[in-house]
């Protein structure tokens, strides 16, 4: 069974810093493109920041300078570090896996998804 679990929300202050870790299990995903979105109350899910199999990197411009994604193939796991982190960067943060290796970073891309993990950043 595919699994992509998130851990690492949480509460925190406007120019605080959290990091978020998604785990991945059930098949190897070294030859997957990974991606973080997130989806604020009453929006859409948006493409916040991607790493593809090769480890190329993309960001949304709004998140380009504050926050810096990674994964560790020999663990399965993919992380976002977040710094300075804003108000609008309120959001269910998901964790997904592109295993078709499209790198088009949209959510009708993306194969498997993790459930969610919450950030709260206050003002």
């Known amino acids: 069974q595919v699994q992509l679990v998130e851990s690492g929300g949480g509460l925190v202050q406007a120019g605080g810093s959290l990091r978020l870790s998604c785990a991945a299990s059930?098949?190897?995903?070294?030859?997957?493109?990974m991606g973080w979105f997130r989806q604020a109350p009453g929006k859409e899910r948006k493409f916040v920041a991607g790493?593809?199999?090769?480890?190329?990197?993309y960001y949304e411009d709004s998140v380009k300078g504050r926050f810096t994604i990674s994964r560790d193939n020999a663990k399965n796991t993919v992380s976002l570090q977040m710094n300075s982190l804003k108000p609008e960067d309120t959001a269910v943060y998901f964790c997904a896996a592109d295993c078709r290796v499209t790198s088009r970073w949209y959510p009708g891309s993306m194969d498997y998804w993790g459930k969610g993990a919450l950030v709260t950043v206050s003002s």
């Open positions: 059930g098949r190897t995903f070294s030859n997957c493109d």
């Open positions: 790493i593809t199999w090769t480890s190329r990197l």
